[in-house]
């Protein structure tokens, strides 16, 4: 792959068939910067039309697959800017509207809107050294990708309470128990055994591969209601807590959630 400052997403073909996205925001623990998601969206468009690509990968890097939102691009977002500007819509509807196969390889921490792009996925594969997690409560903010509404269907109501209400993590081997990853890898491998998994993938039936995906991600939705979910995070926008817990973020100090009245606008 080659490398220049302008590309935050990398592409490349290590097998017939198969198409590698890298993430490349490595100074941001590769966060979501709107201009990264246009990038990735815009190179799944193309793979969505060239008839060479039978098969997707996304990943990340050696320490982070991704932080998940670029918390000083979202730091003025209020719940109506939130809204205005359908924020995360177009990355759910790039994921969900991509018929072709796509697996997540993560090394490292899938963390936020991160991990939310893993789930997005059909399969994650992972390393030894992978955590998990959703931490949005943290900042005064909830899952707003589909987080809150795929990690239920796949591992239950209780577990993801455990994960979102604690903003707790867990590591790829507690996912692989639970069957939210599908494989783990030696690290430093991940990315190789995904590839070799897609290059199956890749060789066989394209239309036969396609419709199946088809069915099973619509037998998924019907046990999802991510417009609800979309609409919970704007509100949270606009909320005092999330303003408080931006600002101590980039601040780096504990949220002072007294300070900020339960649900205040």
Not at 75 to 93: I, P, Q, T, V
Not at 107 to 126: H, N
Not at 146 to 172: E, H, P, V, W
Request: glycine share 10%; net charge negative.
């Amino acid at each position: 792959m080659t490398i220049t400052e302008a590309d935050l997403v990398l592409s490349g073909t290590p097998s017939p068939g198969v198409l590698v996205l890298q993430l490349n925001r490595p100074d941001k623990r590769n966060a979501l910067s709107q201009s990264l998601i246009n990038q990735l969206l815009g190179k799944l468009r193309d793979a969505s039309v060239d008839e060479t690509v039978k098969a997707v990968v996304v990943t990340g890097s050696a320490t982070f697959f991704c932080a998940g939102a670029d918390i000083k691009e979202i730091s003025a977002l209020d719940g109506e800017g939130a809204r205005k500007c359908r924020y995360l819509e177009d990355l759910c509807h790039g994921f969900s509207s991509f018929r072709k196969p796509i697996f997540a390889a993560v090394e490292g921490m899938a963390l936020g809107g991160g991990f939310e792009v893993a789930l997005a996925c059909d399969l994650i594969f992972a390393s030894e050294s992978a955590n998990f997690g959703l931490p949005e409560v943290k900042i005064g903010l909830i899952p707003g990708a589909g987080g809150t509404q795929r990690l239920t269907n796949s591992m239950g109501k209780y577990l993801a309470m455990r994960m979102i209400l604690f903003g707790a993590t867990i590591t790829s081997q507690e996912a692989l128990h639970h069957g939210l990853v599908a494989e783990i890898f030696p690290a430093g491998s991940v990315l190789e055994g995904a590839v070799a998994k897609a290059a199956q993938v890749a060789g066989l039936s394209s239309t036969a591969v396609q419709l199946a995906k088809e069915a099973i991600c619509r037998s998924d939705n019907l046990g999802r209601d991510d417009e609800f979910e979309r609409s919970l995070y704007y509100f949270s926008y606009g909320t005092a807590h999330k303003r408080e817990g931006i600002a101590a973020f980039l601040e780096k100090r504990a949220p002072d959630w007294r300070e900020a009245p339960q649900g205040s606008p």
